[in-house]
Structure formats: C-alpha cells, structure tokens
C-alpha cells in the first residue's frame, strides 16, 4: 500500500480497531500471493490492531520489489501518536461540549485545559463505544476509508470554530453578569493550542498505562491461561496507578504542601500586632500564647473594629469585643485546643457578654473578617467570638483532604462552649450563635443532629457558601418543600431554616412566620462550592434543570462528564469573583446577621454605610 501523505501520516489512521481497549492478536502471516479486493487492491478483510501501512521501494534496475516492514523503532511511534475514528468523533464532541457556559468566567488558558481534558474523556468514551457496538454486532474492526478522515477533518474545523466563537460570546455574558471587566485575548487565542497540547498529554499517559497492561499479561501468560492472565494483568496496573495516585502523588503533595504552609504558619502578616488587652488571646494574662496561635489565629486576633469604630457607626456606647483563639500549636489534640481556647474565653469574660459566636475556621484557620466584624458592629461590641484551627493547608486544599479534621475541630469546640455556657444560669446566659463558611459550615453543622437541634442549642446559626456534601444542608435541600428551586428551596415552610442568595432581597417563604431560633443558609447560584458533587458525572441536578439564578446562563446545560470537569474547574478560582457571586461572601454578612441577630434600631441606610465599612471595596 502506498505510503498515506500528510495528516494521515501524523494520525496514522490505521485502523478502527479495539487496540485501545484490548490486547492485540497474534500476528498472522499473510497469505501467499498479491493482494486482493477492490480499492487498488487493499484487502477487505480485517486489518490486526497494530497493522500500518506496508512500504515499497524500487531496485536500481527499476523492478519494483515487494513490500518492507516498518523499522520496530517507527511502527512503535506510529502506535503511540495514531488515534481511531470513533475516539476521534468522541474527542471531537466533548471539546465542543467543554465550550459551553459553566458558572464562573474562565480565561483561554483554564479554557484550554478543560478543553484538554473533557476531549480526552470524549475519546476514550469513542473508543470503548465502539468496541462494545463491535461486540454486540459480532465482526471484527475494519479500517476506516480514507474519506471517512476528511470528513472527521472537515467537522472539527467547522463544529470547532463555531463552538469555540459561541464559547467566546458565552464567557463575555458571564462576566457581564459578574461585573468582570478583565480580558485577555492573548489566552483566548492560546486556548486551542493548550486544548491539543493537554489532549495529547492524556492519550500518552493512558497508552503508557495500557503497555504497562499488555506487559503485565504477556509476563503471567508464561504461568497462567490467557483469559486469566489478562484479567490479572488489568487488576494488577490499575491497582498500581490507583496507589500511585493516592500513596505517592496525593500524599506527596499533601504532605509538600503541609510542610510548606506550616512554615508559613510561623509568620505575621503585615500590620498585625500582640494585642495589649486582655480581651483578646495572646495577650496579656492570656492562658494561649501569641507564638501559639499561627498565621491566621493572629491576623483574626490583631483585627477587628475597636470600641471606638463600633460606637461610631451606632453612636451608642460600645464595648470592646472579645476575640479567643487557639492554633494547631497551642495542642496536637483538638479537643484539648478547644478546651484551651474555651478557657481563654472565659478568663476574659466571653460567656458575661449579651451575644457569643461560635466559628468554625475555614483550611488554615482563616476567619473571614466580614463574618466577625459584622457580628461584633450589630451587637454593639457586646459580643464575643471564639475560633480554633486544625490545618495548615488553604482553605481549597482542605476542602479535599482536611474534612474529617473540619468536623472533629467543629464539633469539639461547639461541644466545650456548650457544656459552660449550659452551666450558667438561664438569665445570665449570652445568646449563642455559629457561624461558619465554606468547609467551616461543614465543620459547623457536625456538633447538630437536625433541625431541632439547631433550633434548642443556639439563638442563630449562619452558614455561607456550604459545601454540596454538608450532611444538614443536603438534608434541608433534598427534602425542600414542593415547588421550590434548588438554587433557593423552602425547608418546613421556613419555620426555622431559611436559604437566600441576596438576603437583602428577602428570604423566602415571605408570607410565612420566622419566629424562635433562625437558621440561615447564604448561598450564590453561581458559587461551585456549593453545587460540586462527584454526581454530576453521570446524574444532572435539579439546579441546572430550574430557570438559574440571576448571575448563571441560561445557557449552562448538563452534560455527562462535561459538565463534571467544568464545575470542578472553577473550584479553584470561585473567589476570584466580585462580591455576591461565585464563593466571595461579604455584604452579604451585613444582611445576613441583621435577620439572625435581629437587632433593634438600625435602618436600611445603616446596614448599607455598614456594608462600605466591612467591605470597603463593593
């Protein structure tokens, strides 16, 4: 057979074969004779897995000798660069897919890289749809014809540039949405070629593994039968890229990134002082030591508004907040930081205060100054707010591997609070609240069994941008009352636990009593925090299916897989937003503890100048 020309040789077309999903068959000698069938000649019979294109040459008489073989060295490069046509058609379809509207706006490069992905995902879906529709019509592979390429060529060029035009119009919609005026055009343009550069990256990587298979099967082949050798073989590589992962790659990150956040852990931000009132941790006759408290414990401790600022904005007289605090080195065991930090509070005078806050820190121990500043203007400084910290990890690095540390931190502290704060007497009691974000709601919602829990042990709970696997917040969203969205459900007619995403526009049902304890749920329709679920692979949620919330497209669709890579990859970047979308949540405390806390004489005009002073770049 001639050899192919241009961009065939570089696809080397082979053959539609099950190559990418089983092993190949024993080479079979051919049979004597030139080659027949119609074509030029090219055989109708079906071509083996690792087949190429046979080269001629001619001898200096001018006789045309008989086929050669391919060097060993150039039919293996040709292997590991060919694709297949379904794979192809299947790459094809999901990159165009990966181009529609997600939640948050993304850049070429990030673009690029789903892109990347989501076709690799696509041609692997082609090729083992294939070999299983070989399977149920009982034939064996064939090789493609040559214009069954051109047209595969002239779809990608065409099916391509469209989606990536519509891709193009989409991100501008969103970051109209978000008020995002950022825009590159260099990474716009790049977007393809990182598309392609990832793609063939993961087709490598994927045949790296399946050689690691076929080796390990032909090496048992030597002891045990063939059926069991490949089945053993699989078993063993998967086993060995599973360990591979989560032993040495995963833990080698884990553990990288540990080592280098906690030397980060020793230092002091910018501007942050050792307290000199005894209101606050660290400082004097403080049972925690300011060393002890890490990055983050002391940049909570060493702000917040003074008594000064908060009478400013009530001009009442205020008192001066109390903040406790304890870090991972105050103790290696949480339950003893909790109970140091709990004593701390008490030394101070935290359980003597009208309102205590209960926080549940986020990753490194990160309390969003919004959260507490809010809580401590509303209450007129009469406040106190207790927190610990149990990772050194960032907050989107705990979010995967710190959650059993988030719910022991989150139940162990609220647990120490409680059994004081229950000893006291019913009228001298403070009111008592909890507040977390993020993986600090999950954490938060650990120390309750339900509803009622909520509802007997505290005065308030506020949770914002609660992660999709929080155990109470999957529980009041999946069991919401019929008719309401996902993005915003009602749970029990609103009796107790309420969800908003603009709580300034109210919290529904407005027409129902929200009397007694309020529980309330902050969440942006456009925060992947909250939607991201292993489950979006393969199963479309309620939220995509509902008219969206007002900062998501109504073009955003489910797609199997697709839409699964495009959520996960704005995790990373949902606080790269302005505030009120994505997982950036800070006026929206203002609103959000004005319904919990139901404070007395303040008016809309106070909350919105309160909103300037706790946010200052809205």
């Given at each position: ?123 692997g879906l082609g090729v083992v749809a294939a070999y299983v529709w ?198 290696d065991d949480t339950e003893t930081r909790a109970t140091r930090a ?277």
């Amino acid at each position: 057979m001639a050899r192919l020309i241009g961009w065939q040789v570089l696809l080397h077309p082979g053959i539609l074969t099950s190559e990418e999903v089983m092993p190949p068959d024993p080479p079979v000698s051919p049979p004597e004779g030139p080659p027949s069938g119609k074509d030029g000649g090219r055989s109708e019979e079906p071509a083996g897995p690792d087949t190429a294109p046979a080269e001629t040459h001619a001898d200096p008489t001018g006789a045309q000798a008989g086929p050669t073989e391919p060097s060993p060295g150039s039919k293996k490069r040709r292997q590991l660069f060919h694709v297949t046509l379904p794979g192809g058609w299947g790459a094809l379809i999901f990159a165009c897919l990966s181009l529609t509207p997600s939640l948050l706006p993304r850049g070429g490069i990030l673009q690029g890289l789903i892109c990347g992905i989501t076709a690799a995902i696509g041609y692997g879906l082609g090729v083992v749809a294939a070999y299983v529709w070989r399977a149920f019509a009982d034939r064996e592979p064939r090789r493609p014809a040559r214009r069954s390429w051109w047209i595969l060529l002239i779809a990608a060029i065409v099916l391509f540039g469209v989606s990536f035009g519509l891709g193009q119009y989409w991100q501008h919609e969103i970051r109209r949405l978000m008020g995002v005026t950022e825009y590159n055009i260099g990474t716009a343009v790049a977007c393809p070629f990182v598309a392609a550069l990832v793609f063939c990256l993961l087709l490598l990587t994927g045949r790296g593994i399946r050689g690691m298979y076929r080796w390990a099967a032909r090496l048992l082949g030597r002891w045990i039968g063939q059926r069991a050798a490949t089945a053993v073989g699989w078993l063993l590589v998967a086993a060995l890229v599973w360990s591979a992962f989560t032993g040495i790659l995963l833990n080698g990150i884990v553990n990288a990134a540990n080592e280098a956040f906690s030397l980060r852990d020793t230092q002091t931000p910018a501007g942050t002082h050792q307290p000199t009132t005894a209101l606050r941790s660290g400082g004097p006759g403080s049972l925690v030591p300011w060393d002890s408290l890490g990055r983050q414990g002391r940049a909570f401790i060493g702000s917040g508004p003074s008594a000064e600022d908060i009478g400013g904005f009530t001009h009442r007289t205020a008192q001066e907040p109390i903040r406790a605090y304890a870090g991972l080195a105050t103790s290696d065991d949480t339950e003893t930081r909790a109970t140091r930090a709990v004593a701390d509070l008490e030394r101070a005078g935290g359980f003597s205060r009208a309102n205590l806050l209960v926080v549940t820190t986020t990753g490194s121990g990160w309390v969003d100054p919004a959260a507490v500043d809010t809580f401590e203007y509303l209450g007129n400084g009469d406040s106190a707010t207790v927190a610990i910290q149990y990772s050194y990890l960032p907050s989107w690095l705990s979010y995967l591997v710190d959650q059993s540390k988030a719910r022991e931190a989150g139940r162990e502290l609220f647990d120490a609070v409680y059994d004081t704060w229950s000893k006291i007497p019913h009228d001298q009691r403070p009111r008592l609240f909890v507040a977390g974000e993020s993986l600090g709601s999950f954490g938060g919602e650990t120390a309750f069994s339900g509803e009622y829990d909520l509802r007997n042990r505290t005065a308030g709970t506020l949770f914002a941008g609660p992660p999709n696997f929080n155990t109470l917040f999957r529980e009041f969203s999946d069991d919401r009352d019929a008719g309401s969205p996902e993005i915003e459900p009602v749970y029990k007619e609103g009796r107790t636990v309420r969800f908003a995403a603009e709580p300034a526009a109210g919290m529904p049902p407005a027409d129902r009593p929200w009397d007694g304890t309020r529980v309330l749920y902050l969440m942006h329709p456009s925060d992947p925090i909250v939607w991201w679920s292993p489950h979006l692979a393969l199963t479309e949620p309620d939220w995509i299916g509902e008219t969206p919330g007002g900062d998501v497209l109504e073009e955003m669709m489910w797609v199997p897989f697709v839409t699964f890579w495009q959520v996960t990859a704005d995790l990373p970047f949902s606080t790269d937003v302005p505030d009120g979308h994505g997982h950036t949540y800070k006026a929206g405390y203002v609103d959000g503890w004005n319904a919990v806390m139901r404070p007395s004489g303040f008016t809309a005009e106070d909350l919105n100048r309160l909103k300037d002073i706790v946010w200052p770049q809205r």
